[in-house]
């Protein structure tokens, strides 16, 4: 049985955790055999030698969403997170067996919203395929939680990630100052089936993958968090 307790004093000393055995062997390949047939030639869909991502995955892949969110999901969210939480983003990774893909040291501080506005607290505004994408205020940052659902066993020779423990504690990190020779550095081995739970201020990395093996992720993050009356979560109540 799992130890909810503990992973959530680790979740919040150190800003991460794994689960693992979330889902059974015959759901990963459910989810696979869904995310294979849908139509690839949508703008939210990525494509490229390193990299096949799905920006807004839960929305633009919807007969995912009962096989994610069953009871033992629902149930992990509730016991990790508490009442009220909700989906704001979603993303699907595809490394590729012979990915030279890489992502240095960074922490997610941005979110998705419906459109732009000028607002008090909201800056660094971004458009990827359609989607805006703004810095919130630190609070709301602080507020939200990722689950990391892994499809592939996964450790550093296929782009586990790398994480600094702690270092969600610390506000927004100057990357410049970041001195990986005295910081614990961590390397997030997660089974297939397995979740991994983070805090987004986290810094965190990936390497390339080197052992020909793939690493495919679901990325879902959550909040329980209103933005202002002009905004909306681009993402929110899609489970």
């Not at 490229?48 to 969210?77: G, M, T």
């Not at 607002?119 to 689950?147: R, S």
Request: aromatic share 10%; hydrophobic share 40%.
């Amino acid at each position: 049985m799992l130890d909810f307790d503990s992973g959530r004093c680790e979740l919040e000393k150190n800003g991460f955790t794994t689960v693992d055995s979330v889902f059974s062997k015959e759901e990963i390949a459910e989810m696979l055999c869904v995310i294979e047939a849908a139509d690839s030639s949508k703008s939210t869909f990525r494509k490229s030698a390193d990299l096949f991502a799905i920006r807004q995955f839960l929305k633009e892949i919807p007969e995912i969403n009962p096989i994610i969110f069953n009871q033992r999901f629902e149930n992990l969210v509730q016991q990790f997170f508490g009442e009220g939480y909700f989906v704001v983003k979603s993303i699907y990774f595809d490394k590729p067996e012979q990915s030279n893909w890489f992502v240095a040291y960074h922490q997610d501080l941005t979110i998705s919203v419906d459109k732009k506005e000028q607002l008090p607290g909201y800056g660094n505004w971004t458009v990827k395929q359609g989607q805006f994408a703004v810095q919130p205020p630190l609070e709301i940052l602080e507020q939200m939680f990722t689950v990391r659902i892994h499809l592939d066993d996964t450790d550093e020779n296929n782009g586990a990630l790398k994480v600094i423990s702690g270092s969600h504690l610390k506000g927004i990190s100057r990357l410049a100052a970041l001195d990986l020779s005295i910081e614990k550095e961590t390397s997030c081995r997660v089974s297939s089936g397995g979740a991994m739970i983070m805090k987004p201020l986290l810094l965190h990395s990936s390497g390339r993958t080197i052992n020909n093996s793939k690493r495919r992720v679901i990325h879902i993050e959550f909040s329980k968090q209103g933005l202002p009356a002009e905004l909306n979560w681009a993402e929110r109540n899609l489970s």
